[in-house]
């Protein structure tokens, strides 16, 4: 590792930030544990979602979950069901494919270093360095989000946030700074400082324990670091959704394992192109993703709103009669009639969760 920093910068940087995240830091349930599976399972929820949203989640996945071998064996339907809301379902899948690895390659033993921890699938850099230090006390480097924001500022690295030279500058940094004793506690020490004080919505330097060795607060503008990139609108779509209702059933559309929303069982629709009417809409996507042909009736839910991470959405649901054909799933890996007890424990959108509890009021 190659060496950046002076030893006594290095060591006043690790003892203020032990010392505060020792006394300041919240009591979060994975934080009471040094089990790698619960460990494992707290990194991955934490990704790109909030900590409040996460703590019902990670109660429930380990009481349902407490092993890797109860994941790994599992039916998939309920993982991802006890992930329903959290969002970017591939992180359950990858989780569940994970733990099903580890189970049949190696006899239900996890990693023992943060290089053997990458290997699994969707454990990146990020998440292995923060296992291997938290649970298993290796000097293993992390950088998230905060650590990046928290680093840009204490060093003054400029240049673009996301580009490859300021993120191989930071991970240096990063993995010179991590002392080999309690690695785990300073790694999350920097974590807990970008999230508590060294914000994303403005630094509250005052607070801050590490701010007599911080350049950005001596610049006496800490805010013109990280650099940061021209913001994207989030796009709006317009959407239909049909509900067909045969003999007390209704047909969901299980969607595709890669791709947004992968593996969770919706009511069939999609994107309305522009100029189109919802009902012609409807036709269109029901005869090339279903090979049917149906009769759109009364709209039961318009104007659903709601917001996934990438875009916003407004969906039109209506019910629909089929007058041709049998579907078959030429979009969806599956197809499936149930009834309203079995829907509640399959994984469903969001969007399409609010349209059925319109919908299907007793
Ligand atoms: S002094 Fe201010 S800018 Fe520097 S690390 Fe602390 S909160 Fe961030």
Known sequence: MKVLLDSSLRRGLQRALLNWYRSQARDLPWRRTHDPYAIWV???????????????????????????????????EKVLKLWEGLGYY???????????????????????????????????AY???????????????????????????????SGP???SVVLKKLWALAADLVPAKAPGDFNQALMELGALICRVDGPRCPACPVRKKCRAYASGDPEN????????????????????????????????????????????????????????????????????DIEPGKAAAPGVQHAYTHFSLTLHAYRVR???????????QALRWVTPGQMVRLAVPLADRKVLRICLKP
């Open 42 to 76: 707290s990194e991955i929820m934490l990704q790109q979602t909030q900590v409040e949203t996460v703590i019902p989640y990670y109660r429930r996945f380990l009481l349902a979950f407490p092993t890797v071998g109860a994941l790994a064996g599992a039916p998939e």
């Open 90 to 124: 591939r992180r359950a899948r990858h989780l569940q494919a994970a733990a099903r690895l580890v189970v049949k390659a190696h006899t239900g033993q996890l990693p023992a270093d943060a290089q053997a921890w990458q290997a699994l699938p969707g454990v990146g």
């Open 127 to 157: 998440t292995a360095g923060a296992i291997a230090s938290i649970a298993l006390g290796e000097p293993a480097p992390i950088l998230d989000g905060n650590v990046k924001r928290v680093l840009s500022r204490i060093f003054v690295v």
């Open 161 to 163: 946030a996301a580009g």
């Open 225 to 292: 670091w990280p650099q940061r990139m021209p913001g994207k609108r989030r796009p709006h779509k317009t959407m239909v959704a049909g509900l067909v209702q045969v003999g007390g059933k209704l047909l969901l559309g299980q969607r595709p394992e890669n791709g947004l929303l992968g593996g969770l069982w919706e009511l069939p629709g999609g994107e309305v192109k522009s100029g189109e009417t919802y009902p012609a809409a409807l036709r269109r996507i029901f005869r090339s993703e279903l090979g049917v």
């Open 322 to 332: 089929l007058s041709g054909g049998t579907p078959r799933a030429r979009f969806h």
